[in-house]
């Protein structure tokens, strides 16, 4: 399994920026695909972006397009969640995980490892 371990998070006001990073242990991090999911209490987790290391693609939620990014860094084996334009809804826990596979993805079961999560709270 990779290892992930995510920074960042925090309170913002809507309309807002933040980021968050995700830095991997793998070293043959370009064998995987990366993605953010988010999750309130009580509801099932959702998915935010998605990106293949490898350059095989890259999807954004439905909720999040146009407002979200997900940069890499291959030096540093970190992707990013880039937020702006952040709403209240935005709301959660985000967490980062990998899936073993060059093809972007959507699907959480199709992700094997995961990193611990970081509150996002946007204020009215």
């Known amino acids: 399994q990779v290892q992930l371990v995510e920074s960042g998070g925090g309170l913002v006001q809507a309309g807002g920026s933040l980021r968050l990073s995700c830095a991997a242990s793998?070293?043959?991090?370009?064998?995987?695909?990366m993605g953010w999911f988010r999750q309130v209490p009580g509801k099932e987790r959702e998915f935010v972006p998605s990106?293949?290391?490898?350059?095989?693609?890259?999807y954004y939620g439905i909720s999040v397009k146009g407002r979200f990014t997900i940069p890499i860094d291959h030096a540093k084996n970190t992707v990013s969640l880039q937020m702006n334009r952040l709403k209240p809804e935005d709301t959660a826990v985000y967490y980062c995980?990998?899936?073993?596979?060059?093809?972007?993805?959507?699907?959480?079961?199709?992700?094997?490892?995961w990193g611990q999560g970081t509150q996002v709270t946007v204020s009215s």
């Open positions: 793998e070293t043959t991090i370009s064998s995987y695909v």
């Open positions: 995980a990998a899936a073993l596979s060059v093809r972007a993805t959507v699907r959480e079961s199709d992700f094997g490892s």
């Open positions: 990106i293949s290391w490898s350059g095989g693609g890259i």
